[in-house]
């Protein structure tokens, strides 16, 4: 009788513990949704796309009443709203966006990211889905007045840059590497664009949306007519991720139907 007790006992235990087990499971995008919930997301049961970006690169992503607004969160918002993710912002400054993706911490990425040899060795990316133009942004006396004046035989300048960017990954090979002048680089565009102002270097270069915002917003700046290059930008993956097939295509489905037309527009008016 002792013996039948226990084991009424031992599957009575059991019993419960897999009650338990089953109450704390649950599947991977529960678990993910939770772990949003804790930041304030709202849950309506859906798996979570975390976006990381770096929100001080308008119009593309910069903060409007203590929200990430901008073209790559209205982008990445709708291809969630089409693929049925909830979508989540991850702030972050520029250079830990890709190492983010990498360890498994964020989904995608967009920050003005353009396709290099050296970020695809680490991620994949997207289908472009804008363009880009580097520009050159001076002080209104500055005796730099095109782009050749930085890559002319002699020339010794001070250029700041936002590291890890294209614009550092340029100026840095044919600037910093040919010996004619240092490359600075600093977290932000902020950063870069403060040091300009300050004396400590002799221009910035920058992505040519947020260098208007910068000059909007800073007297006695100015962006150089010539361009230092042109640039297409694309949402950055986890290698050979499953979320690259599905949210290519429904990138081109937004750009075949004028939806990410319509929100580059909002932000950047044709001029």
Excluded: W
Excluded at 180 to 194: C, F, I, L, P, S
Excluded at 223 to 236: G, K, P, R, S
Aim: charged share 30%.
């Amino acid at each position: 009788m002792k013996k039948y007790l226990k084991n009424i006992l031992a599957a009575t235990m059991i019993l419960s513990m897999t009650t338990a087990l089953a109450a704390c499971g649950g599947s991977e995008a529960t678990d993910d949704k939770e772990d949003a919930n804790a930041d304030g997301a709202e849950n309506t049961g859906k798996q979570t796309l975390i976006l990381a970006t770096s929100a001080d690169f308008p119009p593309y992503e910069f903060y409007e009443g203590g929200e990430v607004v901008g073209i790559d969160a209205e982008v990445a918002k709708a291809i969630a709203d089409k693929l049925g993710y909830e979508l989540k912002i991850e702030d972050m400054i520029f250079d830990s966006i890709i190492p983010s993706i990498v360890s498994g911490k964020a989904d995608i990425g967009m920050a003005g990211m353009t396709v290099t040899e050296d970020r695809l060795e680490s991620v994949d990316f997207t289908d472009s889905y804008a363009t880009g133009i580097q520009s050159i942004i001076v002080k209104e006396d500055s005796e730099i007045t095109s782009v050749d004046d930085l890559l002319a035989e002699g020339a010794n300048h001070k250029v700041g840059v936002q590291t890890t960017t294209t614009g550092d990954a340029y100026t840095t090979d044919d600037i910093e590497k040919a010996g004619k002048g240092t490359v600075e680089r600093y977290n932000k565009g902020t950063d870069a664009v403060e040091a300009l102002k300050a004396g400590k270097v002799d221009c910035v270069v920058i992505d040519n949306e947020p260098a208007k915002s910068f000059v909007e917003a800073n007297e006695g700046l100015k962006i150089l007519d010539t361009e230092y290059t042109t640039e297409n930008y694309a949402i950055a993956l986890a290698k050979d991720s499953e979320l690259t097939e599905p949210i290519n295509k429904a990138l081109n489905e937004l750009i075949e139907d004028g939806t990410v037309k319509g929100i580059v527009d909002k932000y950047i008016k044709a001029e």
